[in-house]
């Protein structure tokens, strides 16, 4: 028996493809997040990173388009990548961490904005995806 089978019987973990050339241009190249977004529009951790550096400044409603614009973005890659609708995203993958940063990103600023139901809805999303993610970004 295999140490990763899933005894619970429950999806696998999905775990999204990892492109070097915008992890690339965030460290080596000194690119900012607005232009890997511009040139990866499906890169969630670009618009993570404008949605953190948008709340930092006090800017809540730029922060939460930021952050609804990488969610959607990394949805449509999760089912791209096999996922239905539900199961794991472990925080450890480094392609599955953009969009835990932007589901956490869009919880904080609904709560900013007083969208109690819709932070609620993405808190509960973010931890039944990843413990470790919660445990991590819900501070």
């Given at each position: 028996?295999?140490?990763?089978?899933?005894?619970?019987?429950?999806?696998?973990?999905?775990?999204?493809?990892?492109?070097?050339?915008?992890?690339?241009?965030?460290?080596?190249?000194?690119?900012?997040?607005?232009?890997?977004?511009?040139?990866?529009?499906?890169?969630?951790?670009?618009?993570?990173?404008?949605?953190?550096?948008?709340?930092?400044?006090?800017?809540?409603?730029?922060?939460?388009?930021?952050?609804?614009?990488?969610?959607?973005?990394?949805?449509?890659?999760?089912?791209?990548?096999?996922?239905?609708?539900?199961?794991?995203?472990?925080?450890?993958?480094?392609?599955?961490?953009?969009?835990?940063?932007c589901l956490a990103g869009l919880a904080r600023?609904?709560?900013?904005?007083?969208?109690?139901?819709?932070?609620?809805?993405?808190?509960?999303?973010?931890?039944?995806?990843?413990?470790?993610?919660?445990?991590?970004?819900?501070?």
């Amino acid at each position: 028996m295999s140490i990763h089978q899933n005894l619970l019987g429950g999806p696998e973990p999905t775990r999204l493809p990892e492109d070097e050339q915008p992890y690339r241009m965030l460290g080596e190249e000194s690119a900012s997040p607005t232009q890997v977004a511009a040139a990866f529009p499906t890169f969630s951790l670009a618009w993570a990173m404008l949605a953190d550096d948008a709340f930092d400044a006090g800017r809540v409603v730029e922060s939460y388009a930021y952050a609804r614009t990488g969610y959607h973005r990394g949805l449509d890659s999760l089912r791209r990548a096999g996922w239905k609708g539900h199961g794991p995203v472990p925080w450890e993958h480094r392609g599955n961490r953009g969009f835990l940063r932007c589901l956490a990103g869009l919880a904080r600023a609904a709560e900013a904005i007083q969208e109690t139901e819709e932070a609620e809805r993405c808190w509960t999303f973010l931890k039944d995806s990843s413990a470790e993610a919660y445990a991590e970004l819900k501070q």
